[in-house]
């Protein structure tokens, strides 16, 4: 069982910078796939960034070159550093961990989840 608490959330301008951060309870998840998800309500979740085991990254389009997903595995935390951020990156972003992920940004392929942290991105 891994326990994950996201932290960092908040409300910046336009260009703006943020980094969450991802708490995991279990020294295991440095041996699952880590990945960021954000969903607005009434829609889909959606994957937009993962690091497996390894250390290999996938981002989504939407925000490649603007996001960075990191990992520290001495202190079992997962981070999202978010650049150049824009009003429609406002919505709630979760972390999650998977142990068997084949496809980085398949929200279905995740067995773990925490409970979210609003961010929030003004014009």
């Known amino acids: 069982q891994v326990h994950l608490v996201e932290s960092g959330g908040g409300s910046v301008q336009t260009g703006g910078s943020l980094r969450l951060s991802c708490a995991a309870s279990?020294?295991?998840?440095?041996?699952?796939?880590m990945g960021w998800f954000r969903q607005d309500p009434g829609k889909e979740r959606e994957g937009i960034a993962a690091?497996?085991?390894?250390?290999?990254?996938s981002y989504a389009d939407s925000v490649k070159g603007r996001f960075t997903i990191s990992k520290d595995n001495a202190e079992n935390t997962l981070y999202l550093q978010m650049n150049s951020l824009k009003p429609e990156d406002t919505t709630m972003y979760y972390c999650?961990?998977?142990?068997?992920?084949?496809?980085?940004?398949?929200?279905?392929?995740?067995?773990?989840w925490g409970q979210g942290t609003q961010v929030t991105v003004s014009s």
């Open positions: 279990s020294s295991m998840y440095s041996n699952y796939c």
């Open positions: 690091i497996d085991s390894d250390g290999s990254t």
């Open positions: 999650a961990a998977g142990d068997g992920v084949v496809t980085a940004l398949r929200v279905f392929e995740y067995n773990y």
